[in-house]
């Protein structure tokens, strides 16, 4: 079964600087996304940036970028420039492309993200 | 309205109430998706419809009952809830099961 571990509960980064989250994921299947989701305290999931397996360049979308480590499994999303609206709560998913299943996000438990002014 | 909206946002419910949930996307989209959101835990995918079929339930308890009378609407009727099933309550939609999933703001669940 696919799993998708966030290993940092929470993290903290000063306004304007850069922070990298941390997302691994298990899966015996080539073909899949990745995703980084965003959910503020206004409770809305809001899409950041997303990574089709099969595509060796990293995705980036404007002050989001990701590391896309696809034999170590890894997936992390690196902040930069941050800003007060970033603080949110940052999941990490994962979904199979092909299969009954294919539109199953799995989701990581989530990591909290606070920016210091 | 745009995106995908739900309603009620909050809801206080007793163990033997009857109450629905109800998510409206205006996004054309074919597939919609009910995740249940507890704290610590990981979010949990329920049920998913595509065309207005449902081709996924996630072992969920029958006191939970969806119903999808077309792909612009999906329902969560609730009855004889658990404490437990306390959460936040969070619909999607996507133009289809294999593309990227868009959320509501969710309804914020307590069942006294």
């Given amino acids: 079964a696919q799993t998708v571990t966030q290993s940092q509960p929470e993290m903290s980064v000063q306004e304007a ?92 438990k989530g990591t909290k993200l606070s920016v210091k002014p | 309205e745009t995106g995908v909206t739900q309603t009620p946002r909050h809801l206080v419910m007793g163990m033997t109430n009857k109450k629905s949930l109800k998510c409206e996307q205006h996004l054309g989209h074919n597939a919609m998706y009910w995740y249940k959101q507890s704290a610590k835990k990981p979010l949990e995918l329920m049920f998913v419809y595509n065309f207005k079929e449902q081709t996924e339930n996630n072992s969920v308890p029958s006191r939970f009952s969806p119903e999808c009378p077309n792909s612009s609407h999906l329902f969560l009727h609730l009855h004889t809830l658990q404490p437990e099933d306390s959460a936040l309550y969070l619909c999607a939609s996507s133009q289809a099961t294999q593309e990227t999933q868009y959320f509501g703001p969710g309804t914020r669940l307590l069942v006294l």
């Fill in chain 1, 17 to 108: 600087e850069t922070v990298t989250l941390s997302c691994t994921y298990d899966t015996s299947e080539s073909d899949y996304y990745l995703f980084w989701y965003k959910q503020p305290p206004s409770r809305q999931m809001i899409l950041v940036i997303r990574q089709e397996a099969y595509k060796q360049q990293n995705a980036t979308e404007n002050r989001f970028s990701v590391n896309f480590q696809k034999a170590a499994k890894s997936f992390s999303l690196k902040i930069s420039d941050s800003q007060l609206g970033d603080a949110a709560m940052y999941f990490c998913a994962y979904r199979a492309n092909y299969g009954g299943s294919q539109g199953n996000l799995i989701f990581g």
